[in-house]
């Protein structure tokens, strides 16, 4: 790694540039500059210190990224639009900004609170198996508005486990049937463009940032705070 530099790193964007997009050779770069960053001495210092410049290595510069997310009238029409357990999924990640691995994580008995007021994110899934949430920070517990803990339990129906959003052999929802079979239908009736779960999500962090709440307990509140433990929540 000593030898990994800015003029190493020029090379290695020249390669790339001639087939990868600018926001992979952004990703990319970012991740060697993390690997050299990651050796240490035992007293913590950086053993190979960089101060990286994008204009000498000729980074790309990275425009119109496409993130879309729900207006107001958009994400009403979705939930007006959906049934059941999907209905119910769209309006928690909507409400509480969980990530779609987190939501999907939910069991019943373990973290939906006693009056369906708070959900507990412990546990998050991917590719049908349940895992430990992204981060840290991603352990938290989120505050539901009424209205949503009303829909939650109305779901739950009076079961005692398993999980909350489950497919017919009780497993979790897998993420690409939920998007073929529903989201992306019902965006189409609607006349608007195919979108991720993200957009959910970015929904919520807009709706915080409407209501002028700060940029770095807005980032807490979703769970992407690294190092900060405690309750998410906000009352809508």
């Given at each position: 790694?000593?030898?990994?530099?800015?003029?190493?790193?020029k090379q290695l964007v020249a390669k790339m540039s001639a087939e990868l997009s600018p926001k992979t050779i952004d990703n990319y770069t970012g991740l060697v500059k993390l690997v050299v960053a990651s050796a240490r001495d035992k007293?913590?210092?950086?053993?190979?210190?960089?101060?990286?410049?994008?204009?000498?290595?000729?980074?790309?510069?990275?425009?119109?990224?496409?993130q879309p997310k729900f207006s107001s009238e958009t994400m009403s029409s979705i939930v007006q639009k959906t049934?059941?357990?999907y209905r119910v999924l769209y309006a928690v990640l909507a409400g509480t900004g969980l990530r779609i691995g987190e939501a999907l994580g939910l069991?019943?008995?373990?973290?939906?609170?006693?009056d369906y007021r708070t959900i507990h994110v412990?546990?998050?899934?991917?590719?049908?198996?349940?895992?430990?949430?992204?981060?840290?920070?991603?352990?938290?517990?989120v505050d539901q508005c009424p209205s949503l803990s009303t829909m939650v339990k109305g779901l739950v129906a009076g079961?005692?486990?398993?999980?909350?959003?489950?497919?017919?052999?009780?497993?979790?929802?897998?993420?690409?049937?939920?998007?073929?079979?529903?989201?992306?239908?019902?965006?189409?009736?609607?006349?608007?463009?195919?979108a991720g779960f993200h957009s959910f999500r970015r929904?919520?962090?807009?709706?915080?940032?409407?209501?002028?709440?700060?940029?770095?307990?807005?980032?807490?509140?979703?769970?992407?705070?690294?190092?900060?433990?405690?309750?998410?929540?906000?009352?809508?």
């Open positions: 790694m000593a030898n990994i530099n800015n003029a190493v790193l007293e913590g210092e950086l053993l190979f210190p960089r101060k990286w410049d994008s204009e000498f290595i000729d980074l790309p510069i990275v425009t119109n990224q496409h049934t059941g357990q069991e019943v008995g373990k973290h939906i609170s006693n412990r546990q998050s899934v991917w590719e049908g198996s349940t895992q430990s949430p992204k981060t840290k920070a991603a352990v938290r517990d079961r005692t486990n398993g999980f909350l959003f489950h497919n017919a052999k009780g497993r979790p929802l897998p993420q690409s049937n939920v998007l073929r079979r529903n989201l992306h239908p019902v965006l189409e009736s609607l006349k608007q463009p195919k929904f919520r962090a807009t709706h915080l940032s409407k209501s002028r709440v700060p940029d770095d307990l807005k980032k807490f509140w979703m769970g992407i705070e690294s190092g900060v433990p405690g309750k998410v929540g906000f009352r809508v």
